[in-house]
């Protein structure tokens, strides 16, 4: 502080110290017209979809913000992205999308480090079944909440009112299959992908009149570490990379939902359509 | 003041060929300024000054920080039109600055060619008109300047106090300080009219032979270059040599220096609004319709001849259709001018512009000045000529487009060229490295380090080029 005092006098005491945040991390090759930069911010990106959107879009060009609870693995997956560009395509950040107060200052300074913001995806999740169709567990209940919808919240506002201001951006947001009905499997689960859903079409309304695109994407069974906690058949499971590559697709397009792989839109039509006291007595 | 989501605007350079979004600010005071320094501090933010965002490139953007513009600070603070000392806020256009000083008979010594661009900008990048052979940059024409540093420290600098900061603080790129007042020596008018010479020039040798001869002679000489002609014809083009009219020289001079004499018309033909006229142009700015346009032209400008004009239609010719730089499509354009010394302009611009032709990717606008050397830090000028070219930008021509500048980079700084930080894109650390030497590089950084310990000012393209 008193080093930051000797060089801005007009300095309040109250100031906190910033030589002791968090030092910038290095630095993107400077953005001209002829090598222009897209600069992208992934909020779940340690392994499974938010790794294989990250390597995707590195691959295309682009300049990431990575964010994830799992230091370690992040600088893991950074390294790869890194070693592979040739150049630093990807910095990472350690946070829980459960700290709802530090979000508004680590959204500043990810905007900063990347020098603009141009795409956000919200792809961290959890799953934590209740382990059988008569169980019930309101702290997993509460904790898939908390990270997937609430954390989804206090990342996509203060994203969406800079989107808006700036009338430019691109929101995704990781929805899921699960939240398109209430089922008996895990009613906590699909309550946060719903209420996911709900909020990023909500978004998508306000959003589109200032030029902003949202994406809700719905993948069905992917071959993650979140797939371990499904209970029963999975059918159609794919790879990461392939519901990477539909979501970049979708993307260029500025589509506004999408379901990955592309044949759950029509299993996920018949099952919405299911009348409720056929779908009562099913167990899936 | 505070930091708010609402300020994040999308800013984009003058060739709408780069966008930044930051949050933006519009100071009507100094201490509004000191109070966004503050806020920049505590938000770990850096701090860039916009004026007109009239620059081609990086100059007035940094994105994801703080965006100081001064458009606000607009004010002519004092007009003594017995001397022709004006002192001015920075944020005072040169469209405002001649419109009040013209009808008392003076006019701003040095002017870009638009009249858009903010009195601050001017100074941060320190511009050059089409006398640059003659009355130098417009820092020459600056009596005083005051400036708050980023420690919050006030600063009052002239040629003979505070040397160095006057010296590198005029073409500085707002990167030491911020200008707050300008107080500057205007240049006495007899008339609303200046005489102009048009004549063709047959090729490049005549094209620079022409400036070159005449410049002493003229107050203003500028040439327009048609690059989509190779071979012989190689930089035929047209060049304008003129001079104010002496005293005495014009009866109805208390009529031409009327405001409603110099204006601008706002209509095509006198109907159709110019503001629309860039969509109509569209069509044309590729590689055949531009071929088409540049061959009209320079037939046209085959027949010599003189005639009266305007200051403001001599000057401004960027502004006579409003938001042409729209008509390049939604890649924008970029300029690439390039300085060179008067000995080896010619054999290096004959190896550029025939590089661009035999690679199908022609400048859509060439244009040519004489300059001189001045004593400022960050100096472009130097004895010999400019070539400013503009490129459209598409996306499937920007990597071969930026494979060619950077030839071009390597013929200019062979060539013992120069560059300027208000146009130039493309620049890399080592190219600026290069034209400016170890020796400019470390006296900026020094007194970078002297103004601005924390490096709070930062635009993207102080981190281009020296970060």
Redesign the interface.
Known sequence: MDM?KW??????DN??D?ST?DQTQG?FD???????RR?GLIIGASDGLGAALARRLAGEGYSLALIARRKDRLDTVCAGINRSAGQLRAFGYAHDVCDYTDIPVLL??I???????DLVIFCAGVNYPPGGIDKYNLDNDRRMIEVNLLGAMAWLT?IA??FQ????GQIVGISSVAGDRGRVGNPGYNTSKAGLATFLEALRNRLTRHGVNVLTVKPGFLKTEMLKAAQGSTPFAIVPEKAAEDIWKAMQKRKQVIYTPSLWRWIMLAIQHTPSFIFRKLSF | MT?T??????LE?F?H?????SYRFRPECTEEI?EI??LA??????VTARGAGRSY??AALN???IMLDLSMMNQILEWDSATGIVKCEPGVTLEKLWQHVEPDGWWPPVVSGTMKTTLGGCLSANIHGKNNFKKGTIGEHVLEFSAIL???EMVTCTSEQNMDLFYSMISGLGMLGIFTSITMQMKRLYSGLMRVDARPALNLHEHLADILENAPHNDYIVGWLDTTHGGATLGRGQIHASNNLKEGEDPNAQETLKLSYQNLPDRLFGVMPKSLLHYFMRPFVNNLGWWGVNTAKYVASLRKHTFLQSHAAFHFLLDYVPNWERSAGP??L?QYQSFLPKETAETAWREMLTMALKRGMPSYLGVTKRHRPDKFLLTHALDGFSLALDFK?TEGN??S??QM?KEFDRIVIEAGGRFYFAKN??TSAETARRFLGEETIAKFKELKYRCD??N?LES?LF??VF?
Do not use: C, H
Request: charged share 20%; glycine share 12%.
């Open positions: 930051l060089i801005y006098p007009y300095l309040e100031v906190k910033v945040a630095r400077p953005a001209t017209p002829l090598n222009p600069r500043r300074r905007v900063a480090d990347l020098g603009g913001l203060p009112e800079m201001s700036a009338k430019a | 930091l989501l609402n300020n994040f605007t999308q350079n060739g060929s780069l966008r930044a979004p000191q320094f503050q501090v505590e938000n770990e933010l850096t490139n990086d994105g994801g920080g980023p420690s919050g890649g924008g970029i930008v920007r990597s487009l930026s500048l894109s493309e310990p924390g709070l993207d981190r281009r970060g």
